[in-house]
Nanobody
Framework: QVRVVESGGGLVQVGGSLRLSCAASGSIFSINAMGWYRQAPGKQRELVAAVTSSGSTDYTDSVKGRFTISRDNANNAVYLQMNSLRPEDTAVYYC??????????????????WGQGTQVTVSS
């Protein structure tokens, strides 16, 4: 019902930058919020940054001042610009989208979906 596709991960040295991209498609037609989560080996998935349809943003403390989330409402896309990367930023990054759409029972309802994840590795 909701297809979420990420891109942009990779290997970068400490202090480097990466830009992640994510697009949502499918039965969802009005996205309320999109966000980036990450999961490092042996750790729980955590919220990195999120943005609402009105442009309000939220960041986890460890990335404030280094990461910037932005959104393209017209294309149901969200981006994460990551600067001054640190080894502790190494993780699989997942995009999440939630909004209004048509459910499997052909009714209007809240839909959500996760991307497949993209690996970010910061080498020291």
């Amino acid at each position: 019902q909701v297809r979420v596709v990420e891109s942009g991960g990779g290997l970068v040295q400490v202090g480097g930058s990466l830009r992640l991209s994510c697009a949502a498609s499918g039965s969802i037609f009005s996205i309320n919020a999109m966000g980036w989560y990450r999961q490092a080996p042996g750790k729980q998935r955590e919220l990195v940054a999120a943005v609402t349809s009105s442009g309000s943003t939220d960041y986890t403390d460890s990335v404030k001042g280094r990461f910037t989330i932005s959104r393209d409402n017209a294309n149901n896309a969200v981006y994460l610009q990551m600067n001054s990367l640190r080894p502790e930023d190494t993780a699989v990054y997942y995009c999440h989208a939630e909004g209004l759409g048509i459910t499997s029972t052909q009714e209007m309802g809240i839909l959500s979906g996760w991307g497949q994840g993209t690996q970010v590795t910061v080498s020291s």
